[in-house]
């Protein structure tokens, strides 16, 4: 079997007497959507930190592509591959949609954003960014302002972003959060297509959509992985019904 694309080992993190991460082991490969699954406060806003560089954790590793990348800051990271989209929007929203995509094309390029003016009549990185719009469905949207977007295009401009950096990986952060029935329907499809590119690691509250994409899930309960394995296995067992799913399973 080929090495996972992104693995955690061992990964722990505890705040005084409150564990948060208790040696969690995660693999992500390629090809397939990971989905992580858990109640308010199971740990998954600190796994999805200590996994991008935003939180350093008390022990275990990360590793992306084989390399060991524990020590490594967010931008290191996102510059190896990992793109991360966020679950509350971190876009520009008085930039254009084609300004956005723009900014993660400069950042990939590793260019300083200060020059950021020239980069618009930049034509390699304008392509870069375009495609990207184009992949998400937005390329009628380029010259709006990200304002005026609604929620779930929003989404998609954030995927956009991290498209420009050509990843390795995705660290997904509920991208259905706040979507409708038809925005769901759209992102559902795009992340289905998108796995191919590069695998995803999701952490998402919507159920239908967890079961409709996952080629793999695992339960964080309490700081710790409860279960881990492809959705039919985890609708039927009966720990995890009894901590997360109930009637939905």
Same mark, same amino acid.
Request: with cysteine.
């Given at each position: 079997?080929?090495?996972?694309?992104l693995?955690?080992r061992?990964?722990?993190?505890?705040?005084?007497?409150?564990?948060?991460?208790?040696?969690i082991?995660l693999?992500?490969?390629a090809?397939?959507?990971?989905?992580?699954?858990? $109640?308010?406060?199971?740990g998954?806003?600190? *796994?999805i !930190?200590?996994?991008?560089?935003?939180?350093?954790?008390?022990a275990?590793s990360?590793? *992306?592509?084989g390399?060991?990348?524990?020590?490594l800051?967010?931008?290191?990271?996102?510059?190896m591959?990992l793109?991360?989209?966020f679950q509350?929007?971190?876009?520009?929203m008085?930039?254009?949609?084609?300004q956005?995509?723009? *900014?993660?094309?400069?950042?990939?390029?590793?260019? $300083?954003?200060r020059?950021? =003016?020239?980069?618009?009549?930049?034509?390699s990185?304008?392509?870069?960014?375009?495609?990207?719009?184009?992949?998400?469905?937005?390329?009628?949207?380029?010259?709006?302002?990200?304002a005026?977007?609604?929620?779930?295009e929003?989404r998609?401009?954030?995927?956009?972003?991290?498209?420009?950096?050509t990843?390795?990986?995705?660290v997904?952060?509920?991208p259905?959060?706040? *979507?409708g029935?038809e925005?769901?329907?759209?992102?559902?499809?795009?992340?289905g297509?998108l796995?191919h590119?590069?695998p995803i690691?999701? @952490?998402?509250?919507?159920m239908d959509?967890?079961?409709a994409?996952?080629? %793999?899930?695992?339960?964080?309960?309490?700081? =710790?992985v409860?279960?881990?394995?492809p $959705?039919?296995?985890? %609708?039927?067992?009966?720990? @995890?019904r009894?901590?997360?799913?109930?009637?939905? !399973?």
């Amino acid at each position: 079997m080929t090495k996972p694309v992104l693995e955690v080992r061992g990964l722990s993190k505890r705040f005084g007497a409150l564990v948060v991460s208790d040696g969690i082991d995660l693999s992500l490969r390629a090809g397939e959507i990971h989905a992580v699954i858990g $109640p308010n406060g199971a740990g998954k806003t600190t *796994l999805i !930190a200590e996994i991008c560089g935003g939180l350093a954790p008390d022990a275990g590793s990360v590793h *992306l592509n084989g390399r060991d990348v524990t020590g490594l800051p967010i931008r290191a990271r996102a510059k190896m591959g990992l793109a991360r989209t966020f679950q509350i929007s971190a876009l520009a929203m008085e930039d254009t949609v084609l300004q956005n995509a723009l *900014l993660g094309a400069l950042g990939a390029a590793g260019r $300083p954003w200060r020059f950021f =003016r020239p980069v618009l009549s930049d034509r390699s990185l304008r392509v870069v960014a375009e495609a990207a719009l184009d992949r998400v469905g937005l390329s009628h949207k380029a010259a709006a302002r990200t304002a005026e977007l609604s929620h779930g295009e929003r989404r998609q401009l954030e995927v956009a972003v991290a498209l420009t950096l050509t990843p390795t990986a995705f660290v997904m952060d509920e991208p259905m959060a706040g *979507l409708g029935t038809e925005g769901g329907a759209r992102m559902t499809a795009l992340l289905g297509t998108l796995k191919h590119e590069a695998p995803i690691l999701l @952490v998402e509250h919507d159920m239908d959509a967890v079961f409709a994409l996952a080629d %793999r899930i695992s339960v964080l309960a309490g700081g =710790r992985v409860i279960a881990s394995g492809p $959705p039919d296995a985890i %609708r039927a067992d009966a720990a @995890v019904r009894e901590a997360y799913l109930g009637d939905e !399973a």
